[in-house]
C-alpha cells in the first residue's frame, strides 16, 4: 500500500496560464475527492468522485476547474486561466466506501501564482 | 456558515501533561467525525475518528469523546510528546461524503 500520491508536489505559474495536477488514490479505493486549503484555514471541499462518476461539486469551483477520473483510478484537476486567488494547497483524499468514511490524504500540491 | 468550529487557534502542553483540543458542530446530521494531525507542507494524516453512535474511541494515547447532545467533540493526548506538535484539524461527514473541516488548532508540545 503506497498510499494516496500526488504530482506535482509544487507548481509555479503566471497568472492566465493553465495548470494540471494528478492525484493516484490507494489501490481499489473507489471514492476520490480534491480539497483546497488556502493559510489558516482548514480543508475546503472542492469536488469527489465514486468510480468515474463525478458526484458532487462544490460551488467553489468555478468554471475555470475541472476534474476527471476517466478510468476510475487517477484523477486530474485542471485549472485554466490561473488568477493569483488561485495559490493554495491542493488535496486529494482517498476512501473505501464499504470500509466507511475515512478518507486518507496524499502530501498535497501547493499552488503559486504570480 | 462554518458548520465545524475549533475556536482555539492554538494551544501550549508540557510534555506528559494531557492535551485536550476541542471541536464544536452545528449540524445535527454530522454521522462521522474525524481527527487529522497536520505539519506543515504535508496533507492531513488521519489520526481517529468515531461514529456518532458512540461516545468514546480509544486508540493508544487517543481518544476522542463525542457529546451529541451539546455538538461537541474532544480529543485527548495522553501523555503528550514533542512529535505531537503539529495543527490538528477536526472533522465531520454527513452519509459517506465530503468531510467538513473546522479551521484548526495549533498544538505545542514543550519539553
Known amino acids: 500500500d503506497t498510499g494516496v500520491s500526488q504530482d506535482p508536489r509544487h507548481k509555479i505559474t503566471k497568472r492566465g496560464q493553465n495548470v494540471t495536477f494528478r492525484c493516484d488514490p490507494i489501490?481499489?479505493?473507489?471514492?476520490l475527492y480534491w480539497y483546497r486549503q488556502t493559510l489558516g484555514q482548514g480543508p475546503e471541499f472542492l469536488t469527489y468522485f465514486q468510480n468515474e462518476a463525478q458526484l458532487e461539486k462544490s460551488r467553489l469551483l468555478s468554471d475555470r476547474f475541472s476534474a476527471e477520473r476517466p478510468k476510475g483510478s487517477f484523477s486530474t484537476l485542471e485549472i485554466q486561466r490561473t488568477e493569483q486567488g488561485d495559490s493554495a494547497m491542493y488535496l486529494c483524499?482517498?476512501?473505501?466506501?464499504?470500509?466507511?468514511?475515512?478518507?486518507?490524504f496524499g502530501p498535497g500540491t501547493r499552488l503559486t501564482v504570480l | 456558515d462554518q458548520q465545524v468550529k475549533q475556536n482555539s487557534p492554538s494551544l501550549s502542553v508540557q510534555e506528559g501533561r494531557i492535551s485536550i483540543l476541542n471541536c464544536d458542530y452545528t449540524?445535527?446530521?454530522?454521522?462521522?467525525f474525524l481527527w487529522y494531525k497536520k505539519y506543515p507542507a504535508e496533507g492531513p494524516t488521519f489520526l481517529i475518528s468515531i461514529s456518532s453512535i458512540k461516545d468514546k474511541n480509544e486508540d493508544g494515547r487517543f481518544t476522542v469523546f463525542l457529546n451529541k447532545s451539546a455538538k461537541h467533540l474532544s480529543l485527548h493526548i495522553v501523555p503528550s510528546q514533542p512529535g505531537d506538535s503539529a495543527v490538528y484539524f477536526c472533522a465531520a461527514v454527513q452519509g459517506a461524503q465530503k468531510l467538513v473541516f473546522g479551521q484548526g488548532t495549533r498544538l505545542t508540545i514543550n519539553p
Open positions: 449540524n445535527s446530521m454530522f454521522d462521522y
Open positions: 483524499a482517498s476512501s473505501l466506501v464499504l470500509e466507511g468514511d475515512t478518507q486518507y
Open positions: 489501490s481499489e479505493h473507489n471514492r
